[in-house]
């Protein structure tokens, strides 16, 4: 690791003395945390007179320009600009946002709607209402007003739980949304795991098998997302890593996002359940589904292989 003076003089030099190096700026901005990275843009813009995220956006483009500006944000900032760039203008991204407001944990919500409050001066909730609609708009705006974070298991409900799950979609002919949604979006974590347990001795399907024969489309999605994130949220995004690169090149935008999201949260145990699922490390994968700059910004992402 460099020293922040050293950073800074290599950033210098790349943007305005050698012009463009897209080496030197990943490595050196891919290996610093983000804290690390405000301190290098500080000193560059006290130095250089100028702000630096103005001088990436002229130095670079493309794929690794959309990584190194997401690195330039903190967790909560880019996931909020993430929100916010999904229900922008005509037509709105559910896979994104449902991929953000359903794998987030309650204390992460809460620090993505203060800072969606505070860069866009807008409520979130309000902003996901306005462009979803139906169940779904319901779903995530349940999810977006959860309280705050709890370990509590209520072993009294866990049995009520599973049965009420049970009947309002499997036992039933139509499924009762409204239910699903008030268990899933007002229990906790631990109490939903062993719900979701209880849930088999009363079900022919396991919780995930319920929902895909029970709902379709964006609800059906934004439940699966929730499920498979209450049993093991980093294989969950171990296997949307997968998903966007199985087959030749790579699915960038869902890439990149888990990558910069998740990459000073939990990455490294991400890259554990990838290799122990899918048979090969998150770092082979990704070298051999992405090239030149970009791969390397997201190796040094990745940290290793396992």
């Known amino acids: 690791m460099f020293g922040c003076g050293l950073c800074l003089c290599q950033i210098n030099k790349t943007l305005f003395v050698l012009g463009v190096d897209e080496q030197t700026i ?23 007179k100028k702000d630096m995220i103005s001088a990436l956006k002229g130095a670079l483009s493309g794929s690794l320009e959309t990584v190194i500006l997401g690195l330039m944000k903190s967790t909560a900032q880019y996931d909020a600009s993430e929100i916010k760039a999904s229900i922008k203008g005509l037509g709105t991204d559910e896979e994104s946002l449902i991929e953000i407001v359903c794998s987030r944990s309650n204390a992460e919500l809460m620090e993505i709607k203060r800072v969606y409050k505070e860069l866009f001066k807008k409520d979130l909730e309000k902003d996901v209402c306005g462009d979803t609609s139906g169940d779904f708009a319901k779903l995530l705006l349940a999810l977006a007003k959860r309280a705050e974070p709890s370990s509590v298991v209520d072993y009294q409900k866990i049995d009520e739980d599973a049965r009420a799950l049970f009947e309002a979609g499997v036992k039933r002919k139509g499924t009762d949304v409204k239910c699903w949604i008030s268990i899933m979006s007002e229990r906790s974590v631990p109490h939903l795991q062993k719900v979701f347990e209880r849930y088999k001795s009363y079900s022919p399907y396991d919780m995930q098998e319920s929902i895909r024969k029970e709902v379709k489309g964006d609800l059906e999605m934004s439940f699966l997302t929730l499920v498979q994130c ?77």
């Open 26 to 48: 990943t490595d050196v901005l891919t290996k610093r945390t983000y804290n690390q990275r405000r301190e290098i843009a500080f000193a560059y813009e006290r130095r250089a």
């Open 230 to 306: 209450f049993e093991n949220r980093q294989l969950y995004f171990a296997n949307r890593l997968q998903d966007a690169m199985k087959s030749k090149g790579a699915k960038e935008k869902v890439l990149t996002r888990i990558m910069v999201s998740r990459c000073e949260v939990d990455l490294k145990k991400i890259r554990q359940e990838f290799k122990a699922h899918h048979g090969k490390s998150l770092y082979q994968t990704i070298a051999e589904h992405t090239k030149g700059d970009y791969q390397r910004a997201l190796l040094n992402l990745c940290g290793g292989d396992d």
